[in-house]
T-cell receptor, first 116, second 114 residues
Framework: DAGVIQSPRHEVTEMGQEVTLRCKPI?????LFWYRQTMMRGLELLIY????????DSGMPEDRFSAKMPNASFSTLKIQPSEPRDSAVYFC??????????????FGPGTRLTVL | AQTVTQSQPEMSVQEAETVTLSCTYD???????LFWYKQPPSRQMILVIR??????QNATENRFSVNFQKAAKSFSLKISDSQLGDTAMYFC???????????FGQGTRLTINP
């Protein structure tokens, strides 16, 4: 079975540009999570969805960040406009909320974002 | 709020040695889960081992085992017969039963030397 798929794996952009990160969760999973990893702050949960509905977006840094999950097999994290301090690795993770009630999450390979 | 602390930023051992990574956490809840994730240079986050707080028996997975001390809120990872492929960042993580948020520690960078 394919794991969580993220694209692109690497993204380099200039300050002020719009960036869109994409995630395909594991088939059958109904919870999806977006994390950001930086040296200074470690791994932070940005937002998560249950059954395509955003449940908690308290970790989203500011209004420049937005996330959507239009269907069970696709989610996007958008940054507009991007800033150099947004440079980080962004992870998507998924799980089945009821079947996997032991809390385990399955991570994608991450997208390394560099904003110049 | 729950917190997870890993007090060892870096560790280094020789191949085949045993190494123990430390993790402490803070919660007032009684039912929760603890995890160790491995992040090799490829960046992939890989689950190494999990522990349910209601289980007294320490979890083991091949060369990996934990020492779970609930009263002390301690959850250390022991890697026996360490291998070069164990070189990675190791993250301790916590989640409450029924919740979905994973809280991560800051990580320990482990290097296995030949």
């Amino acid at each position: 079975d394919a794991g969580v798929i993220q694209s692109p794996r690497h993204e380099v952009t200039e300050m002020g540009q719009e960036v869109t990160l994409r995630c395909k969760p594991i088939s059958g999973h109904n919870s999806l999570f977006w994390y950001r990893q930086t040296m200074m702050r470690g791994l932070e949960l940005l937002i998560y969805f249950n059954n395509n509905v955003p449940i908690d977006d308290s970790g989203m840094p500011e209004d420049r960040f937005s996330a959507k999950m239009p269907n069970a097999s696709f989610s996007t994290l958008k940054i507009q406009p991007s800033e150099p301090r947004d440079s980080a690795v962004y992870f998507c993770a998924s799980t089945h909320r009821r079947i996997n009630n032991r809390g385990e999450q399955f991570f994608g390979p991450g997208t390394r974002l560099t904003v110049l | 709020a729950q917190t997870v602390t890993q007090s060892q930023p870096e560790m280094s051992v020789q191949e085949a040695e045993t190494v123990t990574l430390s993790c402490t956490y803070d919660t007032s809840e009684n039912n929760y889960y603890l995890f160790w994730y491995k992040q090799p240079p490829s960046r992939q986050m890989i689950l190494v081992i999990r522990q349910e707080a209601y289980k007294q028996q320490n979890a083991t997975e091949n060369r990996f085992s934990v020492n779970f001390q609930k009263a002390a809120k301690s959850f250390s990872l022991k890697i026996s017969d360490s291998q070069l492929g164990d070189t990675a960042m190791y993250f301790c993580a916590f989640t409450l039963q029924g919740a979905q948020k994973l809280v991560f520690g800051q990580g320990t960078r482990l290097t296995i030397n030949p």
